[in-house]
Protein backbone atom coordinates (compact mmCIF):
# COMPACT_ATOMS: atom_id res chain seq x y z
CA UNK A 1 0.00 0.00 0.00
CA UNK A 2 2.77 2.41 1.02
CA UNK A 3 4.63 1.73 -2.52
CA UNK A 4 1.53 2.20 -4.24
CA UNK A 5 0.75 5.29 -2.59
CA UNK A 6 4.73 6.34 -3.14
CA UNK A 7 4.13 5.21 -6.92
CA UNK A 8 1.01 7.26 -7.56
CA UNK A 9 2.75 10.42 -5.88
CA UNK A 10 5.77 10.06 -8.35
CA UNK A 11 3.43 9.40 -11.23
CA UNK A 12 1.53 12.26 -10.39
CA UNK A 13 4.47 14.81 -9.71
CA UNK A 14 6.06 13.45 -13.43
CA UNK A 15 2.23 14.10 -15.15
CA UNK A 16 2.15 17.69 -13.54
CA UNK A 17 5.56 18.79 -14.68
CA UNK A 18 5.07 17.50 -18.20
CA UNK A 19 1.54 19.67 -18.59
CA UNK A 20 3.75 23.03 -16.90
CA UNK A 21 6.14 22.22 -19.96
CA UNK A 22 3.17 21.85 -22.27
CA UNK A 23 1.51 24.82 -20.86
CA UNK A 24 4.66 26.88 -20.86
CA UNK A 25 5.92 25.90 -24.60
CA UNK A 26 2.97 25.17 -26.28
CA UNK A 27 -0.29 26.67 -25.32
CA UNK A 28 0.30 29.06 -22.60
CA UNK A 29 -2.51 28.89 -19.65
CA UNK A 30 -3.17 31.99 -17.51
CA UNK A 31 -5.04 30.92 -14.36
CA UNK A 32 -6.55 34.14 -12.93
CA UNK A 33 -8.32 33.82 -9.21
CA UNK A 34 -11.17 35.78 -8.78
CA UNK A 35 -11.83 36.52 -5.24
CA UNK A 36 -13.36 39.07 -2.84
CA UNK A 37 -15.36 39.40 0.09
CA UNK A 38 -19.21 38.86 0.33
CA UNK A 39 -21.25 41.41 -2.36
CA UNK A 40 -18.03 42.93 -3.66
CA UNK A 41 -19.18 41.60 -7.58
CA UNK A 42 -17.57 38.56 -8.22
CA UNK A 43 -19.94 37.02 -10.84
CA UNK A 44 -20.44 40.09 -12.53
CA UNK A 45 -16.81 40.85 -12.90
CA UNK A 46 -16.20 37.13 -14.47
CA UNK A 47 -19.53 37.88 -16.55
CA UNK A 48 -18.59 41.11 -18.17
CA UNK A 49 -15.00 40.16 -18.43
CA UNK A 50 -15.58 37.21 -20.87
CA UNK A 51 -18.46 38.83 -22.78
CA UNK A 52 -15.87 41.97 -23.23
CA UNK A 53 -13.06 39.47 -24.13
CA UNK A 54 -15.44 37.68 -26.77
CA UNK A 55 -16.60 40.75 -28.38
CA UNK A 56 -13.90 43.55 -27.68
CA UNK A 57 -15.44 46.97 -29.25
CA UNK A 58 -15.67 47.99 -25.69
CA UNK A 59 -11.77 47.13 -24.42
CA UNK A 60 -9.24 49.60 -25.94
CA UNK A 61 -6.88 49.91 -22.98
CA UNK A 62 -6.04 45.60 -23.55
CA UNK A 63 -3.70 46.05 -26.21
CA UNK A 64 -3.91 42.94 -27.82
CA UNK A 65 -7.43 44.13 -28.87
CA UNK A 66 -6.78 47.62 -29.33
CA UNK A 67 -4.04 46.66 -32.00
CA UNK A 68 -6.60 43.76 -33.66
CA UNK A 69 -4.11 40.55 -32.60
CA UNK A 70 -6.73 38.77 -31.05
CA UNK A 71 -8.53 36.89 -33.97
CA UNK A 72 -10.92 35.10 -31.92
CA UNK A 73 -12.09 33.96 -28.02
CA UNK A 74 -14.08 30.88 -27.45
CA UNK A 75 -14.89 28.80 -24.55
CA UNK A 76 -13.97 25.72 -24.17
CA UNK A 77 -14.40 23.17 -21.11
CA UNK A 78 -12.23 23.49 -18.32
CA UNK A 79 -9.52 21.57 -17.99
CA UNK A 80 -10.37 20.70 -13.77
CA UNK A 81 -13.44 17.68 -14.22
CA UNK A 82 -14.17 17.92 -10.53
CA UNK A 83 -15.04 21.92 -10.24
CA UNK A 84 -18.27 23.03 -11.16
CA UNK A 85 -18.17 25.31 -14.39
CA UNK A 86 -18.90 29.21 -13.91
CA UNK A 87 -22.72 29.67 -15.44
CA UNK A 88 -21.53 32.21 -17.65
CA UNK A 89 -24.69 31.73 -20.31
CA UNK A 90 -26.89 31.85 -16.88
CA UNK A 91 -25.56 34.75 -15.37
CA UNK A 92 -24.99 36.78 -19.00
CA UNK A 93 -28.79 36.07 -19.61
CA UNK A 94 -29.55 37.42 -15.92
CA UNK A 95 -28.05 40.77 -17.19
CA UNK A 96 -29.78 41.16 -20.31
CA UNK A 97 -32.88 39.78 -18.94
CA UNK A 98 -35.59 42.24 -19.47
CA UNK A 99 -35.76 43.39 -16.72
CA UNK A 100 -32.64 42.87 -15.78
CA UNK A 101 -31.34 41.41 -12.65
CA UNK A 102 -27.99 41.21 -10.66
CA UNK A 103 -27.15 37.20 -11.07
CA UNK A 104 -26.53 34.69 -8.35
CA UNK A 105 -23.45 35.63 -6.21
CA UNK A 106 -20.66 32.88 -5.68
CA UNK A 107 -21.67 30.19 -3.10
CA UNK A 108 -18.99 27.93 -3.46
CA UNK A 109 -15.58 27.18 -6.26
CA UNK A 110 -16.27 27.53 -10.19
CA UNK A 111 -14.15 27.84 -12.82
CA UNK A 112 -14.22 28.61 -17.24
CA UNK A 113 -11.80 28.15 -19.34
CA UNK A 114 -11.55 30.76 -22.29
CA UNK A 115 -9.30 30.82 -24.99
CA UNK A 116 -7.77 33.43 -27.07
CA UNK A 117 -6.22 32.60 -30.80
CA UNK A 118 -3.81 35.80 -30.65
CA UNK A 119 -1.11 36.86 -33.19
CA UNK A 120 1.89 37.92 -32.04
CA UNK A 121 3.15 41.24 -31.85
CA UNK A 122 6.78 43.21 -32.93
CA UNK A 123 10.10 40.80 -34.56
CA UNK A 124 7.82 37.79 -34.29
CA UNK A 125 4.87 38.98 -36.18
CA UNK A 126 5.94 38.19 -39.67
CA UNK A 127 7.67 34.81 -38.17
CA UNK A 128 5.08 32.98 -36.28
CA UNK A 129 1.63 32.21 -37.05
CA UNK A 130 -1.41 33.04 -34.04
CA UNK A 131 -1.00 30.50 -31.12
CA UNK A 132 -3.90 29.88 -28.77
CA UNK A 133 -3.52 31.46 -24.87
CA UNK A 134 -6.24 29.54 -22.52
CA UNK A 135 -6.77 32.04 -19.70
CA UNK A 136 -8.55 29.72 -16.86
CA UNK A 137 -10.72 31.84 -14.39
CA UNK A 138 -11.24 30.74 -10.85
CA UNK A 139 -13.90 31.80 -8.77
CA UNK A 140 -13.43 31.62 -5.06
CA UNK A 141 -15.01 33.35 -2.04
CA UNK A 142 -13.17 35.46 0.03
CA UNK A 143 -14.14 34.09 2.94
CA UNK A 144 -12.51 31.06 2.15
CA UNK A 145 -9.22 32.65 1.29
CA UNK A 146 -9.24 34.48 5.14
CA UNK A 147 -9.01 30.42 6.30
CA UNK A 148 -5.71 29.86 5.18
CA UNK A 149 -4.34 32.03 8.32
CA UNK A 150 -6.05 29.30 10.66
CA UNK A 151 -3.73 26.62 9.06
CA UNK A 152 -0.94 28.10 11.76
CA UNK A 153 -3.05 27.71 14.71
CA UNK A 154 -4.03 25.66 17.26
CA UNK A 155 -7.66 25.37 18.28
CA UNK A 156 -6.53 27.03 21.60
CA UNK A 157 -4.66 29.83 20.06
CA UNK A 158 -7.84 30.40 17.89
CA UNK A 159 -10.09 30.39 20.43
CA UNK A 160 -8.12 32.62 22.75
CA UNK A 161 -7.86 35.25 19.75
CA UNK A 162 -11.47 34.59 18.30
CA UNK A 163 -12.91 35.44 22.33
CA UNK A 164 -10.86 38.59 22.68
CA UNK A 165 -11.47 39.99 19.38
CA UNK A 166 -15.17 39.28 19.88
CA UNK A 167 -15.58 40.98 23.93
CA UNK A 168 -15.90 44.23 22.48
CA UNK A 169 -18.60 43.98 19.36
CA UNK A 170 -22.33 44.09 20.35
CA UNK A 171 -23.23 41.66 17.48
CA UNK A 172 -21.16 38.67 19.42
CA UNK A 173 -22.37 39.39 23.11
CA UNK A 174 -25.18 36.67 23.09
CA UNK A 175 -22.36 34.21 21.73
CA UNK A 176 -19.76 35.37 24.63
CA UNK A 177 -22.27 34.76 27.73
CA UNK A 178 -22.90 31.50 26.09
CA UNK A 179 -19.24 30.26 25.55
CA UNK A 180 -18.39 31.63 28.92
CA UNK A 181 -20.85 29.83 30.28
CA UNK A 182 -20.30 26.47 29.09
CA UNK A 183 -17.73 23.51 31.07
CA UNK A 184 -15.75 22.26 28.14
CA UNK A 185 -14.94 19.41 30.30
CA UNK A 186 -18.22 17.95 30.31
CA UNK A 187 -18.49 15.31 28.47
CA UNK A 188 -19.56 15.85 24.97
CA UNK A 189 -22.87 15.81 23.91
CA UNK A 190 -24.22 16.45 20.23
CA UNK A 191 -27.06 19.12 20.74
CA UNK A 192 -24.82 20.62 22.93
CA UNK A 193 -22.54 21.11 20.50
CA UNK A 194 -24.60 22.11 17.64
CA UNK A 195 -25.86 25.01 20.00
CA UNK A 196 -22.82 26.56 20.45
CA UNK A 197 -22.08 26.15 16.67
CA UNK A 198 -25.34 27.92 15.50
CA UNK A 199 -24.90 30.56 17.84
CA UNK A 200 -21.47 31.63 16.67
CA UNK A 201 -22.65 31.13 13.02
CA UNK A 202 -25.51 33.74 13.81
CA UNK A 203 -22.80 36.05 15.04
CA UNK A 204 -20.83 35.81 12.04
CA UNK A 205 -23.37 36.45 10.14
CA UNK A 206 -24.60 39.57 11.76
CA UNK A 207 -20.61 40.62 12.19
CA UNK A 208 -20.56 40.35 8.05
CA UNK A 209 -24.13 42.42 7.82
CA UNK A 210 -22.57 44.96 10.53
CA UNK A 211 -19.17 45.26 7.98
CA UNK A 212 -16.63 43.58 10.08
CA UNK A 213 -14.52 41.34 7.59
CA UNK A 214 -12.90 38.70 9.81
CA UNK A 215 -15.84 36.10 9.51
CA UNK A 216 -13.73 33.27 9.82
CA UNK A 217 -13.86 29.80 9.29
CA UNK A 218 -15.24 31.02 6.12
CA UNK A 219 -17.56 27.81 5.21
CA UNK A 220 -19.73 28.71 8.13
CA UNK A 221 -20.82 31.36 5.87
CA UNK A 222 -20.76 29.73 2.81
CA UNK A 223 -21.58 25.55 3.64
CA UNK A 224 -22.56 24.18 0.31
CA UNK A 225 -22.65 19.94 0.46
CA UNK A 226 -20.80 20.49 4.09
CA UNK A 227 -23.62 21.94 6.21
CA UNK A 228 -24.49 19.73 9.22
CA UNK A 229 -21.43 17.98 8.99
CA UNK A 230 -19.11 17.21 12.06
CA UNK A 231 -16.07 19.03 10.49
CA UNK A 232 -18.50 22.24 10.36
CA UNK A 233 -19.69 21.84 14.27
CA UNK A 234 -17.26 23.35 16.39
CA UNK A 235 -17.05 27.04 18.02
CA UNK A 236 -14.48 28.75 20.03
CA UNK A 237 -14.30 28.10 24.03
CA UNK A 238 -12.23 29.71 26.76
CA UNK A 239 -9.79 27.08 27.32
CA UNK A 240 -10.24 24.78 30.76
CA UNK A 241 -7.48 23.73 33.29
CA UNK A 242 -7.48 20.36 32.37
CA UNK A 243 -8.65 18.77 28.86
CA UNK A 244 -10.13 15.12 29.77
CA UNK A 245 -10.70 12.79 26.85
CA UNK A 246 -14.25 12.60 25.16
CA UNK A 247 -15.19 15.72 26.38
CA UNK A 248 -16.90 19.13 24.54
CA UNK A 249 -13.27 21.07 24.36
CA UNK A 250 -11.42 17.53 23.23
CA UNK A 251 -14.25 17.23 20.62
CA UNK A 252 -13.83 20.94 19.51
CA UNK A 253 -10.42 20.53 18.91
CA UNK A 254 -10.84 17.40 17.09
CA UNK A 255 -12.89 19.38 14.46
CA UNK A 256 -11.05 22.20 14.25
CA UNK A 257 -8.17 20.28 13.21
CA UNK A 258 -10.13 18.16 11.09
CA UNK A 259 -11.77 21.31 9.45
CA UNK A 260 -8.24 22.25 8.98
CA UNK A 261 -6.87 19.04 7.37
CA UNK A 262 -10.01 18.46 5.11
CA UNK A 263 -11.83 21.45 3.88
CA UNK A 264 -8.66 24.39 4.53
CA UNK A 265 -5.87 22.38 3.30
CA UNK A 266 -7.54 20.63 0.28
CA UNK A 267 -8.78 23.99 -1.26
CA UNK A 268 -4.99 25.17 -1.02
CA UNK A 269 -3.47 22.15 -2.60
CA UNK A 270 -6.24 21.71 -5.61
CA UNK A 271 -6.89 25.22 -6.33
CA UNK A 272 -5.06 28.10 -4.90
CA UNK A 273 -1.49 26.86 -5.24
CA UNK A 274 -1.93 27.05 -8.89
CA UNK A 275 -3.25 30.66 -9.35
CA UNK A 276 -0.70 32.83 -11.31
CA UNK A 277 -2.46 35.97 -11.75
CA UNK A 278 -5.19 37.22 -9.25
CA UNK A 279 -7.78 39.88 -8.71
CA UNK A 280 -8.98 40.96 -5.42
CA UNK A 281 -12.56 42.89 -5.28
CA UNK A 282 -13.47 45.08 -2.80
CA UNK A 283 -16.57 47.27 -2.11
CA UNK A 284 -14.66 50.18 -0.51
CA UNK A 285 -17.95 52.28 -1.02
CA UNK A 286 -20.06 49.80 1.52
CA UNK A 287 -16.84 49.76 3.58
CA UNK A 288 -17.19 54.04 3.35
CA UNK A 289 -20.92 53.78 4.20
CA UNK A 290 -20.64 51.60 7.69
CA UNK A 291 -18.48 53.77 9.43
CA UNK A 292 -14.34 53.98 10.25
CA UNK A 293 -15.09 50.65 12.24
CA UNK A 294 -15.91 48.80 8.83
CA UNK A 295 -12.86 50.77 6.43
CA UNK A 296 -10.08 49.51 9.38
CA UNK A 297 -11.20 45.94 9.58
CA UNK A 298 -11.32 45.76 5.62
CA UNK A 299 -7.38 47.09 5.82
CA UNK A 300 -6.48 44.13 8.04
CA UNK A 301 -8.57 41.64 6.25
CA UNK A 302 -6.76 42.82 2.94
CA UNK A 303 -3.32 42.51 4.66
CA UNK A 304 -4.36 39.09 5.59
CA UNK A 305 -5.60 37.96 2.40
CA UNK A 306 -1.83 38.99 0.50
CA UNK A 307 -0.49 36.31 3.68
CA UNK A 308 -2.07 33.54 2.24
CA UNK A 309 -0.62 34.54 -1.26
CA UNK A 310 3.19 33.22 -2.46
CA UNK A 311 3.94 36.00 -4.56
CA UNK A 312 6.40 36.71 -6.71
CA UNK A 313 8.37 36.40 -10.21
CA UNK A 314 7.55 32.61 -11.80
CA UNK A 315 10.78 31.59 -13.65
CA UNK A 316 10.55 28.63 -15.66
CA UNK A 317 12.41 26.25 -13.07
CA UNK A 318 10.41 27.29 -10.41
CA UNK A 319 7.15 26.61 -11.88
CA UNK A 320 8.18 23.35 -13.19
CA UNK A 321 10.23 22.22 -9.82
CA UNK A 322 8.06 24.09 -6.98
CA UNK A 323 4.92 25.33 -7.97
CA UNK A 324 3.30 28.58 -8.96
CA UNK A 325 3.59 31.59 -7.77
CA UNK A 326 1.36 34.42 -7.57
CA UNK A 327 3.07 36.73 -10.45
CA UNK A 328 0.67 40.06 -10.35
CA UNK A 329 -2.51 40.64 -7.84
CA UNK A 330 -4.35 43.72 -8.78
CA UNK A 331 -6.59 45.22 -5.69
CA UNK A 332 -10.15 46.62 -7.35
CA UNK A 333 -12.60 48.93 -5.83
CA UNK A 334 -15.38 47.80 -7.17
CA UNK A 335 -18.95 50.18 -8.12
CA UNK A 336 -17.20 53.36 -9.10
CA UNK A 337 -20.08 53.48 -11.40
CA UNK A 338 -22.06 54.76 -8.04
CA UNK A 339 -19.67 57.99 -8.28
CA UNK A 340 -19.31 60.56 -10.78
CA UNK A 341 -16.09 60.14 -13.05
CA UNK A 342 -14.97 63.38 -11.42
CA UNK A 343 -14.29 61.25 -8.47
CA UNK A 344 -12.67 57.88 -9.61
CA UNK A 345 -9.42 59.16 -9.00
CA UNK A 346 -10.03 59.60 -5.32
CA UNK A 347 -11.13 56.06 -5.01
CA UNK A 348 -8.48 55.03 -6.48
CA UNK A 349 -6.36 56.48 -3.94
CA UNK A 350 -8.38 55.27 -1.42
CA UNK A 351 -8.08 51.53 -2.33
CA UNK A 352 -4.66 52.32 -2.85
CA UNK A 353 -4.09 53.39 0.80
CA UNK A 354 -6.37 50.78 1.68
CA UNK A 355 -3.90 47.82 0.29
CA UNK A 356 -0.11 49.87 0.53
CA UNK A 357 1.03 47.70 3.46
CA UNK A 358 -0.40 44.40 1.48
CA UNK A 359 1.11 45.26 -1.86
CA UNK A 360 4.25 46.56 -0.35
CA UNK A 361 4.80 42.90 0.60
CA UNK A 362 4.32 41.29 -2.46
CA UNK A 363 6.46 43.69 -4.43
CA UNK A 364 9.02 43.30 -1.56
CA UNK A 365 8.41 39.45 -2.60
CA UNK A 366 8.85 40.49 -6.53
CA UNK A 367 5.10 40.44 -7.71
CA UNK A 368 3.79 43.15 -9.52
CA UNK A 369 0.71 44.92 -7.80
CA UNK A 370 -1.78 47.43 -8.84
CA UNK A 371 -4.84 49.24 -7.43
CA UNK A 372 -7.75 50.40 -9.89
CA UNK A 373 -11.36 51.94 -9.40
CA UNK A 374 -13.55 49.93 -12.09
CA UNK A 375 -17.38 48.89 -12.59
CA UNK A 376 -17.37 45.35 -14.35
CA UNK A 377 -21.00 46.06 -15.13
CA UNK A 378 -21.74 50.38 -15.17
CA UNK A 379 -25.47 50.66 -14.34
CA UNK A 380 -26.03 54.52 -13.96
CA UNK A 381 -25.60 57.40 -16.51
CA UNK A 382 -23.95 60.94 -14.70
CA UNK A 383 -25.50 64.65 -14.78
CA UNK A 384 -25.34 67.78 -12.95
CA UNK A 385 -28.09 68.97 -10.97
CA UNK A 386 -28.41 72.61 -9.17
CA UNK A 387 -29.50 72.54 -5.14
CA UNK A 388 -29.24 75.19 -3.31
CA UNK A 389 -27.46 77.74 -6.34
CA UNK A 390 -24.93 74.51 -6.32
CA UNK A 391 -23.92 72.28 -9.29
CA UNK A 392 -23.74 68.41 -8.10
CA UNK A 393 -22.47 65.92 -9.87
CA UNK A 394 -24.73 62.76 -9.51
CA UNK A 395 -25.44 59.66 -10.80
CA UNK A 396 -28.35 57.94 -12.14
CA UNK A 397 -29.83 55.16 -11.99
CA UNK A 398 -32.95 52.50 -11.30
CA UNK A 399 -33.02 51.94 -7.45
CA UNK A 400 -33.17 48.11 -6.87
CA UNK A 401 -35.44 47.82 -3.96
CA UNK A 402 -38.68 50.43 -5.70
CA UNK A 403 -37.45 49.75 -9.25
CA UNK A 404 -37.83 53.36 -9.91
CA UNK A 405 -35.58 56.31 -11.35
CA UNK A 406 -33.65 58.40 -9.45
CA UNK A 407 -30.58 60.78 -9.41
CA UNK A 408 -27.56 60.32 -6.39
CA UNK A 409 -25.21 62.06 -5.08
CA UNK A 410 -23.19 60.45 -2.58
CA UNK A 411 -21.17 62.65 -0.75
CA UNK A 412 -18.04 63.83 -1.65
CA UNK A 413 -14.55 61.25 -0.74
CA UNK A 414 -11.40 63.36 0.64
CA UNK A 415 -8.61 64.14 -1.82
CA UNK A 416 -6.40 62.54 0.76
CA UNK A 417 -7.14 58.71 1.97
CA UNK A 418 -5.86 59.84 5.28
CA UNK A 419 -8.57 61.36 6.33
CA UNK A 420 -10.39 58.07 6.25
CA UNK A 421 -7.95 55.74 7.38
CA UNK A 422 -6.59 57.95 10.24
CA UNK A 423 -10.02 58.41 11.56
CA UNK A 424 -10.57 54.80 10.85
CA UNK A 425 -7.34 53.55 12.53
CA UNK A 426 -7.87 55.44 15.60
CA UNK A 427 -10.94 53.65 16.41
CA UNK A 428 -13.65 56.65 15.59
CA UNK A 429 -17.25 55.89 15.72
CA UNK A 430 -18.60 57.90 12.63
CA UNK A 431 -17.21 60.36 10.83
CA UNK A 432 -16.87 63.61 11.90
CA UNK A 433 -17.52 66.09 8.99
CA UNK A 434 -19.50 64.01 5.99
CA UNK A 435 -21.91 61.36 5.19
CA UNK A 436 -21.27 58.87 2.40
CA UNK A 437 -24.65 57.27 1.22
CA UNK A 438 -24.89 54.28 -0.97
CA UNK A 439 -27.84 53.29 -2.99
CA UNK A 440 -28.09 49.98 -3.81
CA UNK A 441 -28.67 50.09 -7.91
CA UNK A 442 -30.35 47.17 -10.66
CA UNK A 443 -28.47 46.66 -14.12
CA UNK A 444 -29.21 49.07 -16.79
CA UNK A 445 -31.17 47.34 -19.79
CA UNK A 446 -28.38 46.00 -22.23
CA UNK A 447 -29.00 47.05 -25.71
CA UNK A 448 -25.37 45.99 -27.54
CA UNK A 449 -24.10 46.65 -30.30
CA UNK A 450 -22.42 43.72 -32.53
CA UNK A 451 -18.63 43.03 -31.56
CA UNK A 452 -19.98 45.29 -28.45
CA UNK A 453 -19.28 44.06 -24.84
CA UNK A 454 -21.41 44.91 -21.70
CA UNK A 455 -20.53 48.69 -20.57
CA UNK A 456 -17.57 49.44 -18.09
CA UNK A 457 -15.62 51.40 -16.33
CA UNK A 458 -11.60 50.34 -16.66
CA UNK A 459 -12.22 46.79 -17.07
CA UNK A 460 -10.32 47.44 -19.98
CA UNK A 461 -7.09 48.19 -17.92
CA UNK A 462 -7.59 45.69 -15.67
CA UNK A 463 -7.61 43.14 -18.04
CA UNK A 464 -4.30 44.79 -20.00
CA UNK A 465 -2.79 44.46 -15.93
CA UNK A 466 -4.13 41.01 -15.69
CA UNK A 467 -3.26 39.38 -19.11
CA UNK A 468 -1.85 42.14 -21.46
CA UNK A 469 1.91 40.69 -20.83
CA UNK A 470 1.02 37.33 -22.26
CA UNK A 471 -0.97 38.31 -25.24
Not at 6 to 24: K, P
Not at 29 to 37: C, D, H, N, Q, S
Not at 207 to 219: C, N
Not at 225 to 242: H, I, K, M, N, Y
Request: with cysteine.
Amino acid sequence: MVISRFADTVVRGFETVGDRVSETLFEPVIRLGVTGLARSGKTVFITSLVANLIDRGRMPGLVAAQEGRIEAAFLQPQPDDTVPRFDYETHLGALKAHPPHWPESTRAISELRLSLRVRPSGLLSGLQGPRVVHLDIVDYPGEWLLDLALLDKSYAEWSAETLARLASRDEAAEYVALAQGEDGTARLEEARAQALTRAFTLYLEKARDAGFYDVTPGRFLLPGDLAGSPVLTFAPLPEPDRIPRRSLWREMERRFDAYKAQVVKPFFRDHFARIDRQVVLVDVLGAIHKGPRAVEDMRGAMADILGAFRPGRNALLTRLLRGQRVEKILFAATKADHLHHTQHPRLTAIIGALTQQARERARFAGATTEALAIAALRATTEEVRNHDGQALNCVRGTLLESGRQAAFHPGILPEDPGQLLGAARAGAQSWLDADYQVMNFAPAPLTLKPGEGPPHIRLDRAAQFLIGDRL
